[in-house]
Structures are given as structure tokens and as C-alpha cells.
């Protein structure tokens, strides 16, 4: 398996700790951003490279800011 990137393992960690701060399960993340559950945890765990507008989508159901997701990660 490739080495996973650890700008997306970073992001990863800041979206999930965003998602348990709320109390929410992987899959009330991803109905909320109309993603599948599996996707959820791909991106937690930093095996997808996310899109800029799904990032968008995971940040505003959360009600939170792509900048904060990003926050430490460079």
C-alpha cells in the first residue's frame, strides 16, 4: 500500500475531530454532506485526495470553515 500524504492524514484528523466534537457518527456526516459513509472515513483516514467543493460541503454541514479545517496541516 503507498505511503498516504500527510497533508491529507492532517485534514483528515481535523474533519473527524470536528465530526466528534459535534457527537456525530460518520454517517450523519455524510447525509448531512450527501457523501457516502465509507467516503467519510476514506477522508479521515487520508486515503482520498478531497475535492475542494466536497471539502466545502463537510465543512458547512458541520458549520465550520475550510480554513479551520486546514488548520496546522501546513
Do not use: C
Not at 500500500?1 to 492532517?10: C, I
Not at 455524510?30 to 460541503?57: D, M, Q, S
Request: hydrophobic share 40%; proline share 1%; net charge positive.
Amino acid at each position: 500500500m503507498a505511503t498516504k500524504d500527510p497533508v491529507l492524514v492532517k485534514l483528515g484528523r481535523n474533519l473527524r475531530a470536528a465530526r466528534e466534537a459535534k457527537g456525530w457518527s460518520q454517517e450523519q456526516l455524510a447525509f448531512k454532506a450527501g457523501v457516502h459513509r465509507t467516503y467519510v472515513g476514506g477522508v479521515e483516514r487520508g486515503e482520498y485526495n478531497i475535492t475542494v467543493l466536497t471539502l466545502r460541503r463537510f465543512t458547512q454541514s458541520l458549520g465550520s470553515t475550510v480554513q479551520e479545517a486546514f488548520r496546522g496541516v501546513f
